[in-house]
């Protein structure tokens, strides 16, 4: 699976930004779908992430304010980002692993890493 995040960008505290996760060779009904975030320095961490049964797991830092959900018809996953905070800042990547009913924060489980989109929360 190739897969590729967008919609990134310079947002102000609070605001609010949709990216996109888009898949160019397979249709993603049947992949768990995850995105991850990181700033230099840190490790990778898992954001959200909607299953193969869409069944969905959030960060404790972005619940509530975050939602993630799926088009099969257009073979992209979205995710919907409010009330952002400084603290968001970061590369977001999206990756899928197949047939997968429940999530995990394993960044190894996961395949089709894309480039990342950079979202920039500052006022």
């Known amino acids: 699976v190739q897969l590729q995040a967008s919609g990134g960008g310079l947002v102000q505290p609070g605001g609010h930004l949709r990216l996109s996760c888009a898949a160019s060779?397979?249709?993603?009904?049947?992949?768990?779908v995850a995105w991850f975030r990181q700033v230099p320095g840190k490790r990778r961490e898992l954001v959200s992430c909607i299953s193969s049964v869409d069944s969905t797991r959030y960060a404790d830092t972005v619940n509530f304010r975050f939602t993630t959900s799926r088009d099969n018809a257009k073979k992209t996953v979205y995710l919907h980002m409010s009330s952002l905070k400084s603290e968001d800042t970061a590369v977001y990547y999206c990756?899928?692993?197949?047939?997968?009913?429940?999530?995990?924060?394993?960044?190894?489980?996961?395949?089709?890493w894309g480039q990342g989109t950079l979202v920039t929360v500052s006022s």
């Open positions: 060779d397979v249709a993603l009904d049947e992949y768990a």
């Open positions: 990756a899928a692993r197949f047939r997968a009913v429940h999530c995990n924060s394993y960044s190894s489980e996961y395949s089709g």
